[in-house]
Structure formats: C-alpha cells, structure tokens
T-cell receptor
Framework: QKEVEQDPGPLSVPEGAIVSLNCTYS??????FMWYRQYSRKGPELLMY????GNKEDGRFTAQVDKSSKYISLFIRDSQPSDSATYLC?????????????FGTGTRLKVLA | GAGVSQSPSNKVTEKGKDVELRCDPI?????LYWYRQSLGQGLEFLIY????????KSGLPSDRFSAERTGGSVSTLTIQRTQQEDSAVYLC??????????????FGDGTRLSIL
C-alpha cells in the first residue's frame, strides 16, 4: 500500500462547477499538507500549504485536512478552463525529517468550457 | 522575484553518454531537492541538500547518479552511462528552512531527458 493515494482521473467537469480533489494517506504522523498544480510541461506550482487539521481558504481554493480520517481535500469553486491541470497532494511529518515530502501521483482535471 | 531555474529544458542523448543537469534555486533558499517524474508516476525523491551538504541521498537509484551543490546555491545532477530507463523529467525544488517547521518546496520547470 502506498503512503499516499490519489485517484489519477481524468476528472472532467463543466465550467463553473465545484471540483473536489482528494488524497488519502496511511501515516498518522503527517502534519504538513500541500497541494500543487502542474500544467503540461511545467513544474508543480504551490497552491495551498496547511499545518495539521482544519480548513484554509485562498480565493476560489479551499484546502481541508481531516487527520482522524487521514484524508485531505482541495475544493475549487467556480472552476475555469484555466484550472485544467494535474493536481498533486504532498505531505510530510516532523519525525521523518521536515524536508521529506511524499507526493501523490496526481489527479488530472479537465474543465470544459 | 526569480523562481527556480533549470537547464537545459530538454536533453536528448544516446544511451551510454553522460549528462549534466543544472538547478539554480531561489535566492536565499538553503534547502534544495532533486526529483524524478515519469509518466503516470508520482514524484520520486532523489536527493536533498542543506547548504552544500547532502544529508539524504537515499533516493539516488544507482551509483551512476551523483549530485553536488557548490556555494550553497547552484546544484548539478550528473547521470553517467545513461540508460533508456533514465528517460524522465528531472525536477529541482528549493525551500527556506524554518525552525521546527516544514517549509513548502518551490519547483523549477524541469529538464525533460530522453535517452535514445
């Protein structure tokens, strides 16, 4: 079993829809959680960075962490065609070394105009 | 400000040749990371630098792979005697180091390596 599981998609939604992207994980020591967006032939771009449980909102993006369920989510409101990309989750724990992140394989999102 | 810069953006070479990939991190970032990304796979950790030293080289797949960092800034990843399975996108990331906190990593656009 992988430490971090992420549905590869592709996930296709109409423009304006609310998108929900998710990752599950097995290591209860994870404390730091990130979401990255990666366009084709580009490097991952940091979208959200959260510590421990709870919600964090930034514009149309909301990151949610549920440590009891070992589940994190990224919600995109009013999705746009420009949101079409691969979304990667990443997480780390202080016990394994705060530098070491484990990445999901990414979910490919297509927002249809 | 300037982000993480990687060169070359694309590299095509013949099997058996050596290649050198370069990463210029964000100014002031003491931590630097190399990853490999293959189609349909997640990011595979290769090596981590803190300043000029590499406390974690555990991800380097074989002794054909090596990396160095000089002056606490630019890093080069060298692959000797390349094999076809080395074909992938090699990504570099950097981060600042916080006391007792995990800092997010910022990525370059990668070097797309193709071994013929």
């Amino acid at each position: 079993q992988k430490e971090v599981e992420q549905d590869p998609g592709p996930l296709s939604v109409p423009e304006g829809a609310i998108v929900s992207l998710n990752c599950t994980y097995s290591n209860s020591a994870f404390q730091y959680f990130m979401w990255y967006r990666q366009y084709s032939r580009k490097g991952p771009e940091l979208l959200m960075y959260t510590y421990s449980s709870g919600n964090k909102e930034d514009g149309r993006f909301t990151a949610q962490v549920d440590k009891s369920s070992k589940y994190i989510s990224l919600f995109i409101r009013d999705s746009q065609p420009s949101d079409s990309a691969t979304y990667l989750c990443a997480m780390s724990s202080a016990t394994s070394g705060t530098y070491k992140y484990i990445f999901g394989t990414g979910t490919r999102l297509k927002v249809l105009a | 400000g300037a982000g993480v810069s990687q060169s070359p953006s694309n590299k095509v070479t013949e099997k058996g040749k050596d290649v050198e990939l370069r990463c210029d991190p964000i100014s002031g970032h003491t931590a630097l990371y190399w990853y490999r990304q293959s189609l349909g796979q997640g990011l595979e950790f290769l090596i981590y630098f803190q300043g000029n030293s590499a406390p974690d080289k555990s991800g380097l797949p074989s002794d054909r792979f090596s990396a160095e960092r000089t002056g606490g800034s630019v890093s080069t990843l060298t692959i000797q005697r390349t094999q076809q399975e080395d074909s992938a996108v090699y990504l570099c990331a950097s981060s600042s180091t916080g006391q007792g906190a995990s800092q997010p990593q910022h990525f370059g656009d990668g070097t797309r390596l193709s071994i013929l």
